[in-house]
Structure formats: structure tokens, C-alpha cells
């Protein structure tokens, strides 16, 4: 590439959550897109993602250009069936109209997505890749329950997996080793935090309690979690449960909280909160049936707190069998529970390889090699 070019590249980063009211995801892409903004071969960042209630439709921030016009499919509490095809076909279509405005248009250079892994978004941005070669990035933030989606990929220069368990599943359907990295999730972690006044956070639990934080989904294992907490509860009647996060399952989940002693639903928390209770809490459970390594998790070991994690997380469970299960099933995160409860231990992992300016190495490396091959 001619090194007076260098200068001109723009990136596109399409995510569905760019906020800091939201979680993991909502933190990881601003911290992401502020990183690509810093090299100097990136000459401005745009991000194309969902709207938010609280956030304009445009906005400028440290320089980065942010769209919030896609539908709120990911982040929509109880959604009916008829708003779920309606979004997804709204989303579809401004997608195959924006991103080919922001490539032929503001000559974005490179796209760099998460989560749209679908056959529609694979088919335009090879076409964006064929017809005006532009540079295309998968953003890999977790495992997936069916290789389906991913398996007949097409469409990408590189692949980014942000933990072990995604680079290794993603290696086990073949990807091509040399457009595939491993960047280890970046997080900035907590330093010091107070604890929180709990009676005013939560009305009425007092410690011990387990903590639950994240959007309530199937694939986070809410259900199965309040299952082997009410198994639990009858063996160890002092403990709480607190559970942290927008409801996507709609009244059902609520209602089955409702039915089990000691159970706690907050809803969504700002971070401040989250960090407080976390600090308070006997131990942050994170048993999703898929998982890269979350964010929450990162905070509460930063905290020197307690965990639980499912098989999918590999780098965390090879040295942590207390705080990790074999399965994601009523039983084994009832088993788990009774031994994070019993036990003074603390679990051991190596937080420096999630330090953002790691990242960002990993990150310059990796847009360097795809820049200079155009």
C-alpha cells in the first residue's frame, strides 16, 4: 500500500451495543473503537449501531463519528415475535443501505463487525470486499451454540477471538489459521471500591448473596441458575440471590424469581452499582451456555472476589476446578454453589493479559498486516 494512503483509512465498526449504560459489549466497543482512532494509519472511526433512549440518533465523541439508527434487537426488553421479523428485516435493510453509502460514500475502508452472523451480512460485505476492496473484520466476543451460522463463513479478511474457547472453536471448523488472532478480551478493571450501602441498592438483603449480572437470556443460563439456587437455598436458608440485568424473557422468568425464596431481580443497574454489590457479594455467577470470558467476571476477580464459569472458558477453568462446571445444568451449578459457599479460597488467574494496552498491541499488529496487504 502506498504509504501516503495510509493516513486516509476509515473504519466502520458495526455493533449492536455502543453505550455505557449497557454491558460487557456496550463497554468493550467504545474502548475498542477509541484504540483503532489512536493509530495513525486510521484517519477516523465510525460506529453504525442500535439506537438508545438515552443517546441522539448522531453523535461525535473524542472523534469518533456514532450512528444510533438500528433497530433495538439485542437490547429490547420483552419483545413480542411480530417486533422480532420486523426488526430483523428493518435492520437488514438499513444495513444494505448504510454500509454501502459509508464505503462508496465517506470511502470507509474497513469494516469491522460483531454479531451479525447471518448469511445476508456475510453476502454484503464480500461484496463490499469484491466490488471496492475493502477490508473486513469479524469480531469473535463468544462461543456459539450451533456452528451453523459460522461454518460456512465468507465475506472477512480477519477474525479476531477474543478468548480461547472462541479461538478454539472457531479453529475446530477450519478456519484459516493465518486470518485468524487471538486478542484477549480487553477490560479496564476496577482499582478500589467502597462498599455500597446495600439496604439502599437492595431493600431488605442482607450478606451472604450471590450475585447474577447480565441480560437475562437462555443462553446466560438464568433459568437454569434460579433452579439450582432454590436447590441450594434449602441447604443454606442465609444465603440471597441478587440478580442484575435487562429481562429478555418477559414475565415467565420474573414470575418464577417471584416463587423462590431469597431471590432478588434489580433490573438494569448503573456500573457504579454493580461494582458495589459485587464487592459486597459471596460470589459472581457466570455459568452461560456460551461464553467468550466476560467482562463482569474480569471485574470480580479484579475485586477478589469469588466466581462461577461453564466449560466454556478454558483458560479460567484449567486452574479453577471450585469455580467452574463440567456442564451447564441444574445440578452441577447446584454442586458448584456448595462448594464456592464452603470454601475460603480465592480463585487464580492472570488478569495482566486483558490490560487494554495489550489489546491495542494485538489490534495495531493485526491492522498494520491487513493495510499493508491491500
Known sequence: MNNNNMGKNKVLVVCPVYSPHAGGGGQYFPLVSSQLSSFKNIFNVIVLTERHPLESFH??????????VLPQRDTLENKNKFYYVYSFIWTYILLYILIPYFVIIKRVTIIHYT???TRPFYLLTWLMQKI???????????????????????????IISNSLGVFQQMKAIGVDEKKHSLVPNPVNLPKLVGKGDLEKIAPGVKPPFFLFV?????????????????????????????????????????NRM?????????????????????????????????????????????????????????????DNALFSIQSVSIEEIFKALKRIAKTDQLPTYDLSIHHPENSKKFLLDIYSTLLTNR
Do not use: H, W
Request: net charge negative; hydrophobic share 40%.
Open 115 to 117: 454479531r451479525y452472523l
Open 258 to 318: 417471584g416463587t423462590i425464596k431469597n431471590v432478588s431481580y434489580l433490573g438494569a443497574l448503573d456500573r457504579g452499582q454493580v461494582l458495589e454489590l459485587m464487592v459486597l457479594s459471596e460470589a459472581v455467577l457466570q455459568p452461560s451456555k456460551v461464553e467468550g470470558i466476560p467482562r463482569v467476571t474480569l471485574e470480580a476477580l479484579a475485586l477478589g472476589k469469588k466466581v462461577l464459569l461453564p466449560p466454556c472458558v478454558p483458560e479460567f477453568i484449567q
Open 214 to 254: 447480565g441480560q437475562l437470556l437462555e443462553r446466560k443460563s438464568i433459568s437454569e441458575t434460579l433452579e439450582a439456587f432454590a436447590l441450594f437455598q434449602k441447604e443454606f436458608s442465609d444465603f440471597s440471590f441478587i440478580v442484575v440485568g435487562r429481562n429478555m424473557l418477559g414475565n415467565s422468568i420474573e
Open 59 to 68: 453523535s461525535v465523541e473524542n472523534g469518533i463519528d456514532i450512528y444510533r
Open 132 to 158: 471496492l476492496n475493502t477490508k473486513v473484520v469479524l469480531d469473535m466476543r463468544t462461543t456459539v451454540e450451533s456452528n451453523s451460522c459460522i461454518e460456512k463463513l465468507f465475506g472477512y479478511d480477519i
